[in-house]
């Protein structure tokens, strides 16, 4: 069972261009978290979504950031007019229900790493 | 929200020796406590988590506690090994929504 697959892996990005980051859940899964994470610190939570459905966005910036998670396909995170700012590793982890249930945990993919010039 | 505290931020240790890592938490309804272990250059994966419910638990040589009313929880490694080095993450979560909270994490290099 192949794990969580995110690409690319590395992304770099001029100031004002659009940045897309694709995340494959895990088999059978159909629970997608989007994390961020700045260097030397813990991963942020962003965006919980299941099938064409967002259900937790707390923690998305208002402005230029959006996620999907079409029927068929990868989630896509998308960061439009991209800032120096946005420089990051963005982590995608999948689980087979919801968390709220307790009875499961997440699983991370390896991330993308995006820089932006 | 949750704030979750981990300390120290970097732990240096001969192999062989134990490491303890510490967190703690600030959501007195927190109830799930998952660690993770992040190798440079790929995502966190689980390697323990305890509830609320039980105050210790176990894995070969890797171990948490948990103590509810002083709302902290610490990462026990006993005989460390080389390949142990890693950044661990402390997080917390509750009943209802279970998306944890991170720590900022701990930086650990066992030397040889």
């Known amino acids: 069972n192949a794990g969580v697959m995110q690409n690319p892996r590395h992304l770099v990005r001029r100031r004002g261009q659009e940045a897309r980051l694709r995340c494959s859940p895990m088999?059978?899964?159909?629970?997608v978290y989007w994390y961020r994470q700045l260097p030397e610190e813990g991963l942020k939570f962003m965006v919980y979504l299941q099938k064409e459905n967002i259900i937790d966005e707390s923690g998305m910036p208002k402005e230029r950031f959006s996620a999907e998670f079409p029927k068929e396909g990868p989630s896509i995170l998308r960061i439009q007019q991209v800032v120096r700012g946005d420089s990051a590793a963005y982590f995608c982890?999948?689980?087979?229900?919801?968390?709220?249930?307790?009875?499961?945990?997440?699983?991370f993919g390896p991330g993308t790493r995006l820089t932006v010039l | 929200g949750e704030n979750v505290e981990q300390h120290p931020s970097t732990l240096s240790v001969q192999e062989g020796d134990s490491a303890v890592i510490k967190c703690t938490y600030s959501?007195?309804?927190?109830?799930?406590f998952p660690w993770y272990k992040q190798e440079l250059g790929k995502g966190p994966q689980l390697i323990i988590d305890i509830r609320s419910n039980v105050g210790e638990k176990k894995d070969q040589r890797i171990a948490v506690t948990l103590n509810k009313t002083a709302k902290h929880f610490s990462l026990h490694i006993t005989e460390t090994q080389p390949e142990d080095s890693a950044v661990y993450f402390c997080?917390?979560?509750?009943?209802?929504?279970?998306?944890?909270?991170f720590g900022r994490g701990t930086s650990l290099i066992v030397h040889p």
């Open positions: 959501d007195s309804a927190s109830n799930y």
């Open positions: 982890a999948s689980s087979p229900t919801r968390l709220a249930e307790g009875r499961d945990t997440q699983y």
């Open positions: 997080a917390a979560s509750k009943r209802g929504s279970y998306i944890p909270t």
């Open positions: 088999k059978g899964h159909s629970h």
